[in-house]
Every structure is written in structure tokens, then in C-alpha cells.
């Protein structure tokens, strides 16, 4: 199994930034790519980035240019930098594994973003 603990999620001005961080534990080894997902209140859950063992990254096209996702293997660690926030970036920003033992998925970490 592969444990997932987001953090950094916060209250900040739009225009502000966050970084978010998500700590993997467990089978880590067994990870193919982590993500970061959110979902506002009444939407669905959509993809933010996602970045895999290979270091391919992918993007949501509408955040793209603001938003940066990385990864420091030695902490097991993803991050998501988020720059320019708007309100519309509100949502609970979850972490998600894709890993042999399956789909995982953190607790989520919530971001406001106040006009």
C-alpha cells in the first residue's frame, strides 16, 4: 500500500502563491506516477499535473504557466506550486498515486483563494 499526506493548503489573497507538498510512504517503490488532483464545491474532480517515474509531466491546459508540479525523490516527496491564484482555484487539492498496488489517494489539503 502506498500512504499519501498532503499539505500546505491555506487561505491566501488572489495573486498570492502556495506550495503544496504530498509525502509518499510505504510501497513507494511500486509508484508509476503521482498527481495532483482538486475538486470544488459542487464539480467534479479534475487533473491538475501529474508527473511520472520517467519525469514526464503533464498539465491541465487551462493551468499551464501557473501552476508547476516537481518532485524531490529523496524526501518521497511531489510538489505543486501554485502562482497568480485566482477564487476559481479554490477547491480541496488531493494527491493521488498510480502504483502497482493500485489508485491512491491522500486526504486532501483545502485552498481558498479570497477576491
Known amino acids: 500500500q502506498v500512504q499519501l499526506v498532503e499539505s500546505g493548503g491555506d487561505l491566501v489573497q488572489a495573486g498570492g502563491s502556495l506550495r503544496l507538498s504530498c509525502a509518499a510512504s510505504?510501497?513507494?517503490?511500486?509508484?508509476?506516477?503521482m498527481g495532483w488532483y482538486r475538486q470544488a464545491p459542487g464539480k467534479q474532480r479534475e487533473l491538475v499535473a501529474a508527473?511520472?517515474?520517467?519525469?514526464?509531466?503533464n498539465y491541465a491546459d487551462s493551468l499551464k504557466g501557473r501552476f508547476t508540479i516537481s518532485r524531490d525523490n529523496a524526501k518521497n516527496t511531489v510538489y505543486l506550486q501554485m502562482n497568480s491564484l485566482k477564487p476559481e482555484d479554490t477547491a480541496v487539492y488531493l494527491c493521488?498515486?498510480?502504483?502497482?498496488?493500485?489508485?491512491?489517494w491522500g486526504q486532501g489539503t483545502h485552498v481558498t483563494v479570497s477576491s
Open positions: 508527473i511520472r517515474s520517467d519525469g514526464r509531466i
Open positions: 493521488n498515486a498510480a502504483a502497482h498496488t493500485g489508485i491512491h
Open positions: 510505504g510501497s513507494i517503490f511500486s509508484i508509476n506516477a
